[in-house]
Each structure stands twice: as C-alpha cells, then as structure tokens.
C-alpha cells in the first residue's frame, strides 16, 4: 500500500483482556518499529525488527509485550493482561534499510487504546 | 532518563512570525537529528532533518540550526502560517536505527 497501516484505529480493553494490534509496513521496507506514545509525551522507542529479526526490544515495558514480524512484512503487538498503564496511542513505522544517510521512519495513524 | 530534552512544551505564535524550538541531546553517539510534525489523530511525519557534521539546513520556510559542541539543535519556522498549527518533536538516531524522541511542542499559530 502507499502507506503504513495500523488496525484498529481505536481498541478498548477491560483490564486483564489481552490485545493485539497489527501493522502493514510499506511494502518492501526491511525496517519496522513499534512506538508507544502517552497523551501529551513524545513516542517512545518498543521493539525493533530488520525483516523477521527482531533486533531490539530493549523498549518493552514487561513481559506483558510480545512483538512479531514471523515474515518479515505484517507485524503484531501482543499485550497480555492488560493494565490502565497500557492505555496509549501505539505507532508503528517502516523504512527503507539505510547505513548512512538521511532517511526517515513512514508511521501510520497508530492505534489508541483504552484500558478500562 | 530524558536523552533529548525539547522546550518550550507549547508556542503561539502570530502568522507571519518566526517559530523557534529548542532541543539538546546527551548521547554523542547519535547521528542524526531528525524533526516530526504530527497532526491530531495522526502519526509523526518527517519535516526535516540534519547530520551533526552541519551546521545548518533550510527547506523552505523550515531552518534546522545544530551547534555540535553545546549539542544542541533548533527548528525555526519562518513566517509561520495556521497550518503550521501542529506538535512538533525533535529527535536523534542512535545504534540500529533507533530513533529517540523528545517530549514535544505544541504550536500555535493565531491568524
């Protein structure tokens, strides 16, 4: 598609339910990001993936989060058991694999979600 | 740990005045100072952006200006207009790609 696709557009969970939310980067880009962003803060960094690797998931918050790319295209946010600290808007992005250079991330609309 | 620190968190400013956000940064390993503009209900967007090895970059009527040895980097919107009305994020790449975000700007830009 022309760009990244997130789904849905808005979730809300009762506390304890579990949730995934699904990404369609840019076709052909390697790279692919998940950021959570609280309301009225800047995105903060989650997991990343080059193809289906997942290269660095230092941004997890707990163990709660489980991300997936298993072909390398669509991703998948898992949040287990989740907790009104979850409630945010999450992004994902993709881009093309640059060593060097000026490249920026392509996010998509994101997915708000709500814990009650 | 705020590794990049972005003031003021909001601006008015009138239309046709210049807009200046300011931003500063720890990691001397990152290498690349991109901005983002993100519009309500939407996900960040790349404005323009700079590599530490210059010291200035202008698109437009959007000027980034980086001073490396205070590490510190700005964005200035000339004759700022209401559609320029958005937040804006400063923000700098680190190890694989990761980009690291600061907390935000919101502006506006009053007719």
């Known amino acids: 598609g022309a760009g990244v696709s997130q789904s849905p557009r808005y979730k809300v969970a009762k506390r304890g339910q579990d949730v995934a939310l699904r990404c369609d980067p840019i076709?052909?880009?390697?790279?692919l990001f998940w950021y959570q962003q609280a309301l009225g803060q800047g995105p903060e960094f989650l997991t990343y993936?080059?193809?289906?690797?997942?290269?660095?998931k230092s941004g997890l918050p707990s163990d709660r989060f489980f991300a997936e790319r298993p072909e390398g295209s669509v991703s998948t946010l898992k949040i287990q058991r989740t907790q009104q600290e979850d409630s945010a808007v999450y992004l994902c992005?993709?881009?093309?694999?640059?060593?060097?250079?000026?490249?920026?991330?392509?996010f998509g609309s994101g997915t708000r979600l709500t814990v009650v | 740990q705020q590794q990049v620190k972005q003031s003021p968190q909001s601006l008015i400013v009138q239309k046709g005045g210049i807009s200046i956000i300011n931003c500063a940064y720890e990691n001397t390993a990152f290498d690349y100072f991109p901005w983002y503009q993100q519009f309500p209900g939407k996900g960040p967007a790349l404005l323009i952006a700079i590599r530490p090895d210059v010291s200035e970059k202008k698109e437009g009527r959007f000027t980034i200006s980086f001073n490396k040895s205070a590490k510190q980097f700005s964005l200035h919107i000339m004759d700022s207009q209401p559609g320029d009305s958005a937040t804006y994020f400063c923000a700098a790449r680190g190890g694989y790609q990761k980009v690291t975000f600061g907390i935000g700007t919101k502006l506006q830009v009053i007719p």
């Open positions: 993936f080059q193809n289906e690797a997942q290269l660095d």
């Open positions: 992005a993709s881009s093309f694999l640059h060593q060097q250079g000026p490249y920026g991330y392509t």
């Open positions: 076709s052909g880009h390697v790279s």
